[in-house]
């Protein structure tokens, strides 16, 4: 399986309730290697712009808001298949319906506020990480 490298985004509800160790250690110990890393409070602009595929959607104006509630903590991770690997890690959007032992099952409070982002397609991950990281800042 080909090493790629996924957007990830511990967010504002997680980091409210101090779960980032929590979560990394879930990546960590799932084989993806955490190779950039910082703490962000977004700006409205700046959480609109990220999720700009989104806008059209109803519930596009809640996601801003919390988004921008605290800080986030994005990442870039790397592993085999990452982008789809971090998927079945994070579990379904919804935690209700994501299997056990996922993260969002295990941590997510609702289906707005479930703690974690990862980027869904390879396309898509290149550009979130262009999006947050410069590539002086992405160790390998
Ligand atoms: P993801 O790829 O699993 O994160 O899901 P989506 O790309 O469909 O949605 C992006 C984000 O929008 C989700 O992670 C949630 O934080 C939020 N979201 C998705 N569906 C809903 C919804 O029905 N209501 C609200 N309030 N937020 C949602």
Redesign the pocket.
């Known amino acids: 399986m080909p090493v790629e490298r996924t957007l990830s985004i511990i967010?504002p509800d997680a980091t409210r309730r101090n779960l980032t160790g929590r979560i990394n250690a879930v990546f960590e110990a799932k084989g993806l290697r955490i190779i950039a890393q910082k703490r962000l409070q977004l700006s409205r602009a700046q959480a609109e712009n990220f999720?700009a595929?989104?806008r059209e959607?109803?519930?596009f104006n809640?996601?801003v808001a919390?988004?921008i509630s605290g800080p986030v903590v994005v990442q870039v991770l790397e592993g085999e298949n990452a982008v789809a690997h971090n998927?079945d890690i994070?579990g379904?959007?919804?935690p209700k319906k994501a299997a056990p032992g996922t993260i969002r099952a295990e941590f997510a409070e609702?289906?707005?506020?479930?703690s974690v982002?990862?980027s869904?397609s390879a396309e898509n991950a290149a550009n979130e990480i262009a999006f947050f990281f410069a590539g002086i800042e992405i160790t390998g």
């Open positions: 967010k999720y595929i989104h959607r109803p519930f809640d996601l919390f988004m998927r994070m379904a959007t919804d609702n289906i707005e506020a479930n982002h990862g869904d």
